[in-house]
T-cell receptor, first 111, second 114 residues
Framework: AQSVTQPDIHITVSEGASLELRCNYS??????LFWYVQSPGQGLQLLLK??????LVQGIKGFEAEFKRSQSSFNLRKPSVHWSDAAEYFC?????????FGAGTRLTVKP | DSGVTQTPKHLITATGQRVTLRCSPR?????VYWYQQSLDQGLQFLIQ???????AKGNILERFSAQQFPDLHSELNLSSLELGDSALYFC?????????????FGPGTRLTVL
């Protein structure tokens, strides 16, 4: 079965600094990979997804992620973080009949 | 606003009781998914319905059941509740039946079992 690991439980960055959130996955076939964001009291919102093709994926809110098959990674990046980006971020791997989420990374943004 | 609605927003009940959570998918979406989010288990897939039929099962307990009605809304029934069932329960919907279709999440129902 597929699985997802997000090694960082909590990350703090300064506003305007760059951000990288790590995600490692385990899946036997070509993975379908997702990043979701959850703001306090809200449901999850899809930031971006990777199915195939270009390994650098652009998403909403200025986020991007890079799929690296050799490292089984799908890290999320943003060049300049805004205070409104403070939230919990989930990486997920999907198959036909299942979706597995990582434990999440909580992002705090310092003024 | 994702277009997915869930009621109620909060539910407080006692151990041993039964509750029903309701979800209305986005207009046109045929799939409904239920997820449980708790501090110790994280976000777990429970069950999926597609166009009225159960399509996939995840880590759903036997005490839990769900159904999807002809108007495509769905209900998750939780019975013989235990303290450990306290969690945030999310519903999501998508147009297609496979998980890698984009899923739109509702705001969740927070269940507290005392």
């Amino acid at each position: 079965a597929q699985s997802v690991t997000q090694p960082d439980i909590h990350i703090t960055v300064s506003e305007g600094a760059s951000l990288e959130l790590r995600c490692n996955y385990s899946y036997g076939a070509t993975p379908y990979l997702f990043w979701y964001v959850q703001s306090p009291g809200q449901g999850l919102q899809l930031l971006l997804k990777y199915f195939s093709g270009d390994t650098l994926v652009q998403g909403i809110k200025g986020f991007e992620a890079e799929f690296k098959r050799s490292q089984s990674s799908f890290n999320l990046r943003k060049p300049s973080v805004h205070w409104s980006d403070a939230a919990e971020y989930f990486c997920a791997v999907g198959a036909m009949d299942d979706m597995r989420f990582g434990a999440g990374t909580r992002l705090t943004v310092k003024p | 606003d994702s277009g997915v609605t869930q009621t109620p927003k909060h539910l407080i009940t006692a151990t041993g009781q039964r509750v029903t959570l309701r979800c209305s998918p986005r207009s046109g979406d045929l799939s409904v998914y239920w997820y449980q989010q708790s501090l110790d288990q994280g976000l777990q897939f429970l069950i999926q319905y597609y166009n009225g039929e159960e399509r996939a099962k995840g880590n759903i307990l036997e005490r839990f059941s769900a159904q999807q009605f002809p108007d495509l809304h769905s209900e998750l029934n939780l019975s013989s509740l235990e303290l450990g069932d306290s969690a945030l329960y999310f519903c999501a919907s998508s147009l297609g039946e496979v998980f890698y279709n984009e899923q739109f999440f509702g705001p969740g129902t927070r269940l507290t079992v005392l």
